[in-house]
């Protein structure tokens, strides 16, 4: 799928090219010369309809004398031998010279790039020149200069003194512009991060997000677990895309170690992917409720979501589907009970949902708040390289699900919902109609369940090999990529996780909204602080 | 673990067990708050880098299931109207200074109760260059519940556990201010 491409490009950059590699099917990895690289990541942006999908960097001075960037692109597959619709990757790798730690910013000709050279600044002390805000992003201002947690000869055990240097935040100033501080402690009971307003009187004129303050150096923390173990730090990743997460990081080390699991562990993964997106879409549709202050519609949101909890606990032992991942398949089956349990319980959730949404979304009142409100266009979503519901919602047609299929997605048939509007109604409705598509798919594996084994067995995995593992989350995709090292242990293990891509699209999309509106805006996107911050 | 291994009860069986156990739990929880205070409970939460998982949890406890409320407890926005402090997470480097300043503007007699293994003990993430390893090392904590999340009932058995331990608290304190010459403050 990825020879086309590569030939085209081969072609216009033949002077740039070291080497190419295709590791695993689908996955082509092509070394360039770092001169070119700005120009081949512009070909494939602007001319072959790609995006930048996750960025990683990478301390291989012990492997090859040098630090690594990759560049991951997820490009529309074409040619003779590829399905309509589908996509593939193309990574980007080059060498970056310990005497010289410093690469060249993509950021200027692809937003997208912004956030993940401000963490590899941060994290392994590589400068991308060019970059136009080159401030601070995960590692606040009480981290000393000099200290790079990602470098190998960092030991994760290691506290640098706290110090304390001002952080820059971007003001606006004016007669009648006032500042409105909100966080890292919030009112409600949710995740932290400080968040600036300023406004004249009740419009919001600038925002400004401060997140990263849950880092926690999950990713060098992968480094130094065995992988068996590690799946338990992808659980908890983020709460509530649990399933989500730990699927990504099997799917990628069962490539690396190219077995094959069996098909019922296929499938019923997908079911649990489709349980997670279900409680969770649930429960964002009643959490909306709570920011308009119609608290009947929260409170039968809440309910519906509490009885899907309740049934994910009767199926898998826990309430946020933790435990049943295993690299190689799955750790529990499903019971011939339980597979009539699941059906009995979402034709009745499936009936209550519809009559809730009958209720809630054609209330003028509620609808006065939600259309209109938060409006993020495409153009801005497709430069930040916003994904999923977010996406969805404003026009842009990407579900992983669909373009890349994994697990059990090529065996069932579904819709994608898409709209245009990119306003909070829009975010909501494409939430409603995934929710009845998720019944659809999850009725359809359990009719066509295949019998056998649930899992092969994993001892070890083959060491300086990479591969990427990915997954449509509630909040849309999350990319992981990890290599591997001896001992069955892992070198490097990026997480992309799909809050972290569509955070900078709010801030952004704030402006010229109320105030009171900024929870609502907030709610419609629900992203995840944990899985940002990492 | 095996597949054998954990076998679950009827969902429903189940599920009416926990419901059974919930009515009772709270009516009890109610009782004491009652005689300590003679009002509800108010409680503050605090992420100190959880996975979210835990406030998922403490969120539920509103749902109308739960229903908290109705025991008299209360989730309060400000820690200076909170007698309890709801801490989760591992204690993030980066939250660090914000978990001391709740604290410090929590009024006393305060209880601090850490929610999930991470709090209890720095589960998964220890002490690393990011992760302080448990809200202890950084704040006295009263009452532990473990749990990767703690379900809903847990957390509310934890509360249970911090009444006795406030009640406690209050006597010493009393004895303690009698013992000086000062008067005695009643809660």
């Known amino acids: ?534 | 673990m095996d597949q054998e291994m954990i076998e679950f009860q009827k969902p429903e069986e189940n599920q009416e067990v926990l419901r059974t156990h919930l009515e009772e739990l709270g009516n009890h929880l109610s009782e004491k708050i009652g005689k300590i205070f003679g009002r509800s409970l108010h409680i503050r939460e605090v992420d100190s880098g959880s996975c979210n998982a835990c406030e998922w949890e403490i969120t539920a406890l509103s749902n109308p299931v739960y229903d908290l409320e109705r025991f008299g407890i209360y989730f309060v926005a400000s820690p200076r109207h909170a007698d309890v402090l709801l801490v989760t997470g591992p204690v993030s480097r980066n939250l660090y200074t914000a978990l001391l300043k709740t604290y410090e503007a929590t009024p006393e007699p305060k209880l601090v109760i850490a929610v999930g293994a991470c709090a209890c003990s720095g589960g998964l993430f220890q002490k690393g260059y990011a992760s302080l390893g448990g809200v202890d090392k950084v704040l006295p904590v009263d009452v532990y519940i473990p749990g990767c999340p703690p379900r809903p009932q847990a957390i509310l058995q934890g509360l249970l556990l911090a009444m006795d331990k406030l009640e406690q608290k209050i006597r010493k304190r009393n004895f303690s201010d009698l013992h000086e010459g000062d008067t005695c403050h009643r809660p």
């Open chain 1, 1 to 534: 799928m990825t020879d086309t491409y590569f030939n085209e490009l081969t072609t216009q950059f033949s002077y740039a090219f070291l080497d190419s590699e295709t590791p695993v099917p689908d996955e082509l990895y092509i070394t360039v010369k770092p001169e070119a690289c700005v120009g081949i990541c512009r070909y494939l942006y602007e001319k072959c309809g790609a995006s930048l999908v996750s960025m990683v960097g990478s301390d291989e001075r012990p492997l090859n004398g040098g630090f690594r960037l990759y560049y991951f692109f997820s490009l529309p597959g074409h040619g003779s031998s590829v399905p309509q619709g589908s996509r593939s990757f193309v990574n980007l790798q080059m060498k970056v010279d310990e005497r010289h730690p410093e690469f060249t910013s993509i950021t200027p000709y692809m937003p997208a790039a912004h956030w993940y050279e401000r963490e590899i600044q941060d994290l392994l002390g590589l400068k991308p020149v060019g970059h136009p805000d080159p401030r601070r992003l995960v590692l606040h201002e009480n981290w000393p200069k000099g200290f790079y947690p990602l470098r190998k000869d960092f030991d994760y055990k290691t506290q640098p003194p706290r110090t304390s240097e001002d952080f820059e935040m971007k003001r606006v100033e004016g007669e009648g512009v006032f500042e409105i501080p909100v966080g890292p402690v919030h009112a409600g009971i949710i995740e932290p991060g400080h968040f600036r307003f300023s406004s004249v009187g009740e419009k919001i004129l600038n925002l400004e997000a401060r997140l990263f303050y849950k880092h926690k150096g999950t990713e060098k923390l992968a480094e130094i677990l065995p992988f068996t173990k590690g799946l338990f730090l992808a659980e908890r990743i983020c709460g509530v895309c649990s399933f989500s997460h730990a699927t990504s990081y099997c799917q990628a080390l069962e490539k690396i170690a190219n077995i094959q699991i069996p098909e019922r562990a296929h499938y019923l993964r997908t079911i649990f992917l489709e349980l997670e997106r279900l409680y969770n879409h649930v429960g964002d549709v009643g959490n909306i409720c709570a920011g308009t202050g119609l608290l009947v519609g929260n409170a039968q949101g809440m309910l519906l979501k509490e009885k899907l909890m309740e049934l994910n606990e009767a199926i898998t032992g826990n309430r946020y589907l933790r435990g049943m991942n295993t690299v190689g398949g799955l750790r529990r089956d499903l019971s011939e009970e339980k597979r009539i349990l699941i059906l009995s319980t979402l034709r009745q959730i499936q009936k209550e949902f519809k009559a809730l949404i009958d209720v809630i979304m054609f209330l003028s009142t509620q609808r006065d708040r939600l259309e209109t409100t938060g409006i993020l266009s495409q153009q801005v979503a497709r430069d930040l390289g916003v994904v999923g519901v977010a996406a969805r919602a404003s026009g842009l047609d990407s579900d992983l699900r669909r373009d890349h299929p994994y697990a059990a997605y090529d065996k069932v048939s579904f819709k994608v919902p898409l709209r245009t509007e990119g306003d909070v109604s829009a975010r909501v409705w494409i939430r409603i109609e995934e929710v009845f598509e998720s019944i659809r798919i999850i009725e359809q594996l359990l009719d066509t369940l295949p019998s056998g084994d649930i899992r092969v067995e994993v001892k070890e995995i083959p060491p300086y090999k990479y591969a990427l593992g990915y997954t449509e989350s509630p909040r849309g995709a999350n990319i992981h990529w990890i290599m591997t090292a001896p001992d069955s242990r892992l070198y490097r293990y990026k997480i992309r996780s799909a809050s972290y891509v569509n955070w900078p699209a709010v801030p952004l999309v704030v402006p010229g909204n109320i105030v009171p509106d900024f929870p609502l805006i907030n709610k419609s996107f629900n992203l995840c602080y944990s899985c940002t911050d990492l």
